[in-house]
């Protein structure tokens, strides 16, 4: 199971869990950029604001937990 430590406290996620919040990021980046795709296409040109920087940020962590 991957873990997270806060303040250190080891914060342990379910698959589920990962899942669950991979799929909110996805939508999120859906809704903004019109597809996960382009989305992705947009972050590879560095041109994007702080709040899309944060949800790449997450879409990518959270991808690599699920597929470590």
Avoid at 25 to 38: A, D, I, P, Q
């Amino acid at each position: 199971m991957p873990t997270t430590q806060m303040g250190g406290l080891v914060r342990t996620f379910t698959e589920d869990e990962l899942l669950e919040r991979r799929s909110e990021v996805v939508k999120k980046l859906e809704h903004r950029f019109g597809s996960l795709e382009r989305a992705l296409e947009r972050e590879q040109d560095w041109n994007y604001d702080e709040e899309e920087s944060m949800l790449f940020s997450e879409y990518h962590a959270v991808t690599f937990l699920l597929f470590k």
